[in-house]
């Protein structure tokens, strides 16, 4: 029996809104009360802000060739929000947060959307497919491939366009924000590095920050909390479309 993926979608606008939306896409399993901290402040500074979450059972449960679907509908949904936000400030500016797994949507979501400015990735891989043969939690996952005798390349292939650093020329020169914890045992470094050297070779706008963390929730945790790190770099949003030609760079912090 076909499993039918769900995915909720929570908005929050602040009282004075200023022109400036932000997509956030949640980590695996986790929900929207899990990011309120962060959709306070960004409601405080005149925000508007969208939670996308999910269960991760069914998507456990679900074939990988789901996941494909899931994330276009997804897409869909985000696309009609980008309309609605234009039709009622026509200044309207976007910023995307992708937590984890998230990470991957947002910048799928960044890849097809160039109205989104601003990329916020709050520990990603590379690969969506490394990541499935990697990571404990999607053994069951892992095992729905090789059961049709399919190993990481099939993998790959199957995941095609959603692939982080598939296309990812298609960002321009629109600014990425990245956090990872190099010791991260959920999502390997090496595979955090094979977007970092992606990045690096096609001269893209990437801000790598460093964050040190036992666990992976503990990463997220300690990023979300800190709105010093984060809140800047979406802050011109609210100023209207930028006319300035920015310089590619590539930093380590």
Do not use: C
């Not at 990571?135 to 095992?143: E, F, G, T, W, Y």
């Not at 099939?154 to 960002?171: C, N, R, S, V, W």
């Not at 959920?186 to 094979?194: C, G, P, Q, S, V």
């Amino acid at each position: 029996m076909k499993i039918r993926l769900k995915f909720n979608s929570k908005s929050y606008a602040p009282e004075n809104f200023t022109g400036g939306t932000i997509f956030l896409m949640a980590a695996f399993g986790t929900k929207a009360w899990y990011y309120r901290s962060v959709v306070r402040v960004l409601l405080q500074n005149g925000f508007k802000v969208h939670v996308y979450d999910y269960l991760s059972k069914p998507l456990l449960d679900a074939e990988p060739e789901q996941w494909v679907e899931f994330n276009q509908r997804i897409n869909t949904d985000l696309a009609a929000k980008i309309a609605d936000e234009k039709n009622f400030h026509k200044a309207a500016r976007f910023g995307i947060i992708g937590a984890s797994v998230g990470s991957m949507l947002a910048i799928h979501a960044a890849k097809i959307y160039p109205q989104i400015d601003k990329i916020m990735l709050v520990t990603v891989y590379g690969s969506s497919a490394n990541h499935v043969w990697e990571s404990p939690k999607l053994a069951k996952i892992k095992k729905k491939f090789e059961l049709s005798n399919r190993g990481v390349s099939d993998a790959y292939q199957l995941f095609g366009h959603m692939e982080p650093t598939y296309q990812l020329e298609k960002i321009g020169q629109r600014k990425i924000l990245l956090f990872a914890n190099e010791r991260d045992r959920t999502i390997k470094f090496e595979n955090t590095k094979l977007l970092i050297e992606e990045a690096q070779r096609l001269g893209l706008n990437l801000t790598y920050k460093r964050i040190r963390a036992v666990r992976h929730s503990t990463t997220l945790f300690k990023v979300f909390r800190d709105q010093k790190t984060w809140l800047p770099f979406f802050m011109s949003l609210k100023e209207g479309p930028s006319t300035s030609i920015t310089k590619p760079e590539f930093t380590v912090g």
